[in-house]
């Protein structure tokens, strides 16, 4: 059996637990929490997404994207759209207020990332992210009830 700090979930909660402080901080300057940083980040690479597009990027369950879209929206950062075509169809997209903190922010989220990346030699980096991402496709469709039958 594997001892606690070889278990794959402690060496992943290890390493979030390394990187993140710096980003919370960042978020903290700007009264986010992460949840709403991974909206607003998705949202600010497209123009505007629907819901469930928005839920699938940001690893949100969709029940909780709607309160954290309500808190969003009423600080003006982000606004909903309803389709001229279809009124059950919304798309949420970022608001100028939005794109104003986008520039403010986005080249210090970057500088963490580029700091923390350097920690690694680039084929290090890059040998973990191809495992990490091979590692959750994966896995995303497994249930333990596979597992336990092998």
Request: hydrophobic letters at 45%; a negative charge.
């Amino acid at each position: 059996m594997l001892s606690l700090n070889a278990s794959l979930p402690m060496i992943l909660n290890r390493a979030l637990d390394g990187v993140m402080p710096a980003y919370r901080q960042l978020f903290a300057q700007y009264d986010l929490t992460e949840q709403q940083w991974r909206i607003l980040r998705a949202l600010w690479e497209v123009e505007d997404l629907r819901a469930a597009e928005l839920a699938e990027q940001t690893l949100l369950p969709k029940p909780s994207l709607v309160g954290i879209l309500d808190r969003l929206e009423a600080r003006g950062l982000v606004e909903r759209r309803r389709s001229n075509k279809d009124r059950r169809a919304v798309s949420i997209a970022s608001t100028a207020k939005g794109r104003t903190l986008a520039k403010e922010v986005l080249p210090q989220a970057q500088a963490i990332h580029d700091f923390i990346r350097a920690v690694l030699p680039e084929e290090d980096w890059d040998a973990l992210e191809h495992a990490l991402n091979t590692l959750a496709d994966r896995m995303k469709a497994t249930t333990f009830a596979e597992i336990a039958a092998e």
